[in-house]
């Protein structure tokens, strides 16, 4: 026994167990998602957030710990930001023709997301530095960080609503979109990425490449206008 | 893969020291994504290069916010407190900004003689 507990004192200082558990969490959430049909409702990043806070929860593991492991997943987001260029570049005819009608989804996108945030965050009760960190909360994490940060939000409550705003997006967006009766995956795409940044992008790669790759036009394009309009917005508010 | 691997490492890292060097604010891998195009606009070739290994990243790119995911349920006290408020926040403003980026985004496209699929309109 004291053998079992020594090796979990040994594996738990190491980042190979929570990389490895990261892993087979998602694993495990992507098997659960084509069992299910592809269907929406059963989000893999949710089922995989589920598993592993159960598993941390169970074993008293902070989450700094976790993260010890899990950052070696974590730091790719970057180079995957870099590599959104490749069907950005693949589908360079299609944008063309789309952009226009990119720049009018973009402004209106955008705007929506934070003013309605704000009116019904207001709606509810919320004042001051937590109605701040609604904000951002469709720009992509590292700016949507340093945004709210600069308008007097909270960045690490910013960093929940920018994953909750991604999952809720993720979820709701195909079932929104055929009710809506959109056929165009340039559109579905592009507007997915400007609600619901990367893992609405994530989301769009799943239904079609054609989405995906507006999707991170639209995520990179909102990262940029959320970074322009959040502080003038904030002013015009308080 | 190991040259589609520099070249995409090389541009977070140019992406990031430019962002740094002058203030930029944007997320340095943004910027490393527009040097990336800027690349392959330049040198069409790279394409073949980085292809095959920036796709199987892209295919599962849900799987790299799933830390980001865990750290929210960390939050889960700040998120209690305001909980019912922020969460309506959250889920009215994602569903609003969706349908209305989607919608502007037909409009206009129909405005131009663009069909339902974004071809000509027959």
């Known amino acids: 026994m004291s053998d079992l507990t020594d090796l979990w004192i040994y594996l738990s200082a190491g980042p190979l167990l929570w990389l490895t558990a990261t892993v087979l969490a998602y694993a495990i959430g992507d098997a659960a998602f084509r069992a ?11 089922v995989a957030v589920a598993l592993l806070s159960a598993t941390l929860w169970s074993t008293g593991t902070p989450y700094q710990t976790y993260f010890g492991g899990a950052q070696f997943v974590h730091f790719l987001l970057g180079p995957a930001t870099v590599a959104l260029a490749l069907p950005l570049w693949a589908n360079r005819g299609l944008l063309r023709s789309a952009a226009l009608p990119m720049v009018a989804a973009l402004l209106v996108g955008s705007l929506v997301a934070m003013l309605s945030a704000v009116a019904v965050g207001w709606a509810f009760g919320l004042r001051g530095a937590v109605l701040l960190s609604l904000v951002p909360k469709s720009a992509t994490s590292p700016v949507a960080l340093g945004v709210s940060e600069v308008i007097g939000g909270l960045p690490t409550l910013t960093a929940a609503l920018v994953i909750l705003t991604g999952i809720i997006g993720a979820v709701v967006v195909t079932p929104l979109y ?9 559109a579905r795409g592009f507007a ?22 507006f999707a991170g036009i639209g995520m990179g394009l909102n990262a940029l206008l959320t970074a322009l309009l959040a502080p003038l917005i904030a002013r015009w508010l308080f | 893969m190991i040259w589609a691997l520099v070249l995409l490492l090389g541009c977070q890292l140019a992406g990031e020291s430019v962002a740094r060097l002058f203030a930029i604010p944007l997320p340095g891998p943004v910027l490393g994504m527009a040097l990336m195009l800027l690349l392959l606009v330049v040198r069409p070739r790279i394409y073949e290069v980085v292809a095959p290994t920036g796709q199987t990243i892209l295919a599962n790119l849900s799987l790299l916010f799933v830390p980001a995911g865990v750290g929210v349920v960390a939050h889960l006290d700040t998120l209690g407190r305001y909980g019912i408020g ?24 129909r405005a131009m003689g663009q069909g339902p699929d974004g071809g000509r309109a027959p």
């Open chain 1, 36 to 46: 299910a049909g592809r269907s929406p409702w059963v989000n893999p990043v949710l």
């Open chain 2, 86 to 109: 922020l969460l309506a926040a959250l889920v009215v403003s994602t569903v609003l900004a969706l349908a209305a980026g989607v919608l502007t985004f037909r409009l206009v496209a």
């Open chain 1, 192 to 213: 997915t990425g400007v609600a619901a940044h990367g893992i609405g992008t994530a989301r769009a790669f799943q239904v079609h490449e054609t989405a995906g790759a």
């Open chain 1, 178 to 186: 055929n009710a809506l009766g959109i056929t165009d995956w340039r």
